[in-house]
């Protein structure tokens, strides 16, 4: 992260324009960093960039490792010489404010199919040898992800613990016959996948060179149903079958009055320890690969996790375990060097989280919606942040500040409600100002905090209500996830005026 003030936002790659149907590494995302650049931002910050998975979420990965092929732009792909000049000539019309995700996927698929025979055909400028030498060089993830996708479409799609014994539990003599009967299944995801690292480095170089830094996210936790757990099981708590015996979650909060109960398969940390923390050390290798900054999500659990009983039905009944501690960061330090972390220390924080945080000069996280449920002293108030702090209005699991404040499905009673917004009224001075100013009043109060970083998410520089929310915690589909950037927003006048904010704060990156 760089030294000083410094600001960005958060937007995922989902919620750029595209003709496509979804936000994509193509030209939209390019334009984007132009417009971070020329309005004095530092920071590009993404969800997880990995393939989605149950309800679209891209916390609910097949895969740690891999990148999400819906990312892939076919207009790059034409360029490289592997789609034909009239290859878009028969595109759906797509909705522009909502991503449709089943609408996308087998349009996407049918783009990274014709890529592929042509690639096979010899035709295009992608060299066969740089893919053979990515292939070898990526092997320790990308063999075993590539034969589970091609068993998952053998299989109709069954979770793998579903599959017959011998390929579920991976004995050597099924898994030789599935990767000689599934060669060209494989050899197509593992296409797939070289096609995304290049797409993807060509946009962090771009990044970087227009003093950009790519801020991305890293969940604590892997699916139950992925390649990370199929190809590691002894590195969790599963039972003969490979299913788990306890799973993730975490108490009562803010979000929810029952907790939210997760459901991925909790790590053994004492058997990761005994390998010196290697899946981990691999893990934490491949996203420093792909970006600049990690946002470790629910740093917490590192400390000590919210463990569930199989069968419960909500997070009440679970129970604190202790984590890895220092000894995971230590591992970590040790093989990589300084790590550019933010730790995303919401929720039930302890002193030894905290602790955990400044031996590795860590920062954290402040959520300004949180900030108005008391009085003067709440931590959360821009005049009571730290320097190691990233402020947000809100992040993806929030409304959008405008929504929150017209909230009215809060499970919260009204007088509470009304005497978080009369505080907040007061704080931001909006004493006699329309609604209309409060999201550039929030924004702006966070820009002139001592905070080292400020991010905001683009539907609050837009100023959006709660129709732009990215996702709303314990809840599945709907409009989770699915919010797009019409590409008419990013004006000059937005660009003016955020980096004329940026300039008035101390926060303007290089120009």
């Known amino acids: 992260m760089k030294d000083g003030r410094t600001s960005g936002i958060l937007m995922h790659i989902t919620s750029l324009p595209s003709r496509f149907g979804i936000g994509d590494l193509g030209p939209e995302a390019y334009r984007f960093v132009d417009f971070l650049a020329a309005s004095g931002q530092s920071v590009w910050q993404i969800l997880p960039i990995v393939p989605v998975g149950f309800g679209d979420s891209p916390y609910a990965s097949p895969s740690t490792f891999a990148g999400n092929t819906a990312l892939i732009s076919p207009e790059l792909l034409q360029e490289h010489g592997l789609l034909d000049d009239d290859a878009f000539g028969d595109l759906p019309t797509f909705p522009t404010a909502l991503v449709d995700f089943e609408a996308v996927r087998p349009l996407k698929s049918k783009f990274l ?100 830094e790519i801020l991305g996210d890293l969940p604590i936790y892997v699916a139950q149903d992925s390649a990370d757990v199929w190809s590691n099981p002894e590195l969790f708590h599963l039972d003969d079958t490979g299913r788990a015996t306890v799973v993730s979650g975490v108490p009562p909060d803010y979000f929810s009055e029952t907790g939210q109960l997760w459901g991925n398969p909790i790590y053994r940390w004492d058997r990761l320890a005994e390998t010196g923390y290697k899946w981990w050390i691999d893990r934490m290798a491949r996203i420093l690969d792909l970006v600049d900054i990690i946002r470790l999500d629910h740093f917490r659990g590192f400390e000590a996790f919210w463990q569930v009983s199989v069968g419960e039905t909500t997070a009440i009944n679970g129970k604190w375990v202790e984590g890895p501690g220092s000894a995971l960061f230590d591992a970590l330090h040790g093989a990589l060097g300084d790590l550019p972390i933010v730790a995303e220390n919401l929720g039930v924080i302890t002193e030894g989280v905290t602790e955990l945080m400044k031996s590795f000069h860590f920062p954290g996280m402040s959520i300004l919606q949180f900030a108005f449920d008391s009085d003067m002293s709440n931590e959360f108030l821009p005049h009571n942040l730290s320097s190691d702090t990233v402020a947000y209005t809100g992040t993806h699991d929030n409304d959008t500040f405008l929504g929150w404040w017209t909230d009215t499905v809060s499970t919260q009673d009204t007088e509470t409600i009304e005497k978080a917004r009369e505080f907040c009224r007061e704080y931001l001075n909006m004493e006699g100002k329309p609604d209309s100013e409060l999201t550039r009043a929030a924004i702006g109060s966070l820009m002139d905090s001592v905070a080292r970083l400020v991010v905001t998410p683009m539907q609050d520089l837009l100023e959006l209500g709660a129709d732009a929310r990215m996702n709303t915690p314990g809840t599945v589909g709907g409009r989770n996830w699915g919010w797009r950037m019409k590409p008419e927003v990013l004006s000059e006048q937005l660009s003016a005026g955020l980096l004329k904010t940026t300039r008035d704060s101390k926060r303007v990156a290089a120009l």
Request: a negative charge; proline letters at 3%; hydrophobic letters at 40%.
């Open 113 to 212: 199919n014709r890529a592929f025979s042509a690639f096979l055909n010899g035709r295009g400028t992608l060299s066969r040898n740089d893919f053979d030498a990515w292939c070898n060089c990526n092997s320790g993830w990308v063999d075993d992800y590539a034969l589970f996708l091609a068993l998952k479409s053998a299989y109709d799609s069954a979770e793998w613990m579903d599959w017959p014994t011998p390929l579920a539990l991976r004995q050597p003599e099924a898994i030789v016959a599935a990767r000689s009967k599934y060669v060209r299944e494989i050899e197509y995801q593992k296409f797939s996948q070289f096609v995304f690292d290049l797409q993807w480095h060509e946009l962090k170089k771009y990044c970087n060179a227009h003093s950009v």
